[in-house]
Nanobody, 121 residues
C-alpha cells in the first residue's frame, strides 16, 4: 500500500513558477512509475507528466519545455517544477503511483488528494 500527499500548490501570477511535491509512504517507492495529473473545473482529468527509472520522463505537449518532473527515491518524493505558468494551467494537481503494463500503458493504483494551483492573468 502506498499513500501519497501533495503539497506546494497556491496562487501565482502568469509567468511565475511553483514546485509541487508528492511525499510517498511505502518501501517500494522506487519501483513505481510516478505521475502528475491535473483537473480543471468542468474538465476531465488530464495527464501532465510521468517518470520512471527504466523509461525516463514523459510530458504532455501542453507543458513540454515548461514543466520538469523529478524524483528523489531516498526521500520517497516526486516533484513537479512548473515554470512560465499560464492561466490555463489552473487546476487541481494530483500525484499518482503505478506500474507499467505495456510500453505506453501505466496502471495508476495510488492517488493523492490533490493540491490547487491557480494562475492569475
Amino acid at each position: 500500500q502506498v499513500q501519497l500527499v501533495e503539497s506546494g500548490g497556491g496562487l501565482v501570477q502568469a509567468g511565475g513558477s511553483l514546485r509541487l511535491s508528492c511525499a510517498a509512504s511505502g518501501r517500494t517507492f522506487s519501483s513505481y512509475v510516478m505521475g502528475w495529473f491535473r483537473q480543471a473545473p468542468g474538465k476531465e482529468r488530464q495527464f501532465v507528466a510521468e517518470i520512471s527509472w527504466s523509461d525516463g520522463s514523459t510530458y504532455a505537449d501542453s507543458v513540454k519545455g515548461r514543466f520538469t518532473i523529478s524524483r528523489d527515491d531516498a526521500k520517497n518524493t516526486v516533484y513537479l517544477q512548473m515554470n512560465s505558468l499560464k492561466s490555463e494551467d489552473t487546476a487541481v494537481y494530483y500525484c499518482a503511483g503505478g506500474v507499467r503494463l505495456a510500453p505506453k500503458t501505466v496502471r495508476y493504483d495510488y492517488w493523492g488528494q490533490g493540491t490547487q494551483v491557480t494562475v492569475s492573468s
